[in-house]
């Protein structure tokens, strides 16, 4: 199984400041990962796929870059309605999929 | 546009059987493969089952941890897929999503709002 380690749980960011979220994976997952957020009593929002590519819907503030074992998701500009906790997601060895145990981005 | 609607969640005893719905509008339920992800606060999110589409003959796959216990389907009749939890313990308890994935994507386009599932005695 492959182990999806987030790093920092929690980030601390003014609005309008770039926040800058990591996503490591235990072996090789190539670009085979997604980026989810979600917000207090919602569901998981599907960000990112391909490792780079925004779904559809999702503001160009968002960029998501890596492959292999080391992925980034950076949010230029922190909007007030970005604050929520980001998973990522492998899908490169199935089954098991697995996630990141979440980084929450709080306002500073 | 495309809905994803869990319902049959609840307080169970462990040993007893629950079984939870999705309910889908705005696409086929067999046209995709569809997937019960759960989440709890200690262990986050967590991939449960997953049913191929129709065109893979619907073949599923289970987490070790509900393996034997957990059943999924679906009735494209209804575009309904189903979760069938049996033998339940303690440690099911959780949050249940159903989610849609275009097959052989892997990642998870739509969520359902989710259902709680508490197991205790």
């Known amino acids: 199984e492959i182990v999806m380690t987030q790093s920092p749980a929690t980030l601390s960011v003014s609005p309008g400041e770039r926040a800058t979220l990591s996503c490591r994976a235990s072996q090789s997952v190539s670009s085979n990962l997604a980026w989810y957020q979600q917000k207090p009593g919602q569901a998981p929002r599907l960000l990112v796929y391909?490792?780079?590519t925004r779904a559809t819907g999702i503001p160009a503030r968002f960029t998501g870059s890596g492959s292999g074992t080391d992925f980034t998701l950076t949010i230029s500009s922190l909007q007030s309605e970005d604050f929520a906790i980001y998973y990522c997601q492998q899908y490169n060895n199935w089954p098991p999929w697995t996630f990141g145990q979440g980084t929450k981005v709080e306002i500073k | 546009e495309v809905q994803l609607v869990e319902s049959g969640g609840g307080l169970v005893h462990p040993g007893r059987s629950l079984r939870l719905s999705c309910t889908t509008s705005?696409?086929?339920?067999?046209?995709?493969?569809m997937t019960w992800v759960r989440q709890t606060p200690g262990k986050g999110l967590e991939w449960v089952s997953f049913?191929?589409?129709?065109?893979?003959?619907?073949?599923?796959e289970y987490a070790a941890s509900v393996k034997g216990r957990f059943i999924i389907s679906r009735d494209e009749s209804k575009n309904i897929a189903y979760l069938q939890m049996n033998s339940l313990k303690a440690e099911d308890t959780a949050v249940y999503y159903c989610t849609r994935s275009r097959e052989g994507s892997g990642w998870h386009d739509y969520w359902g709002q989710g259902t709680l599932v508490t197991v205790s005695s």
């Open positions: 705005g696409f086929n339920v067999g046209d995709y493969a």
């Open positions: 049913i191929r589409n129709k065109a893979y003959d619907g073949t599923t």
């Open positions: 391909g490792a780079s």
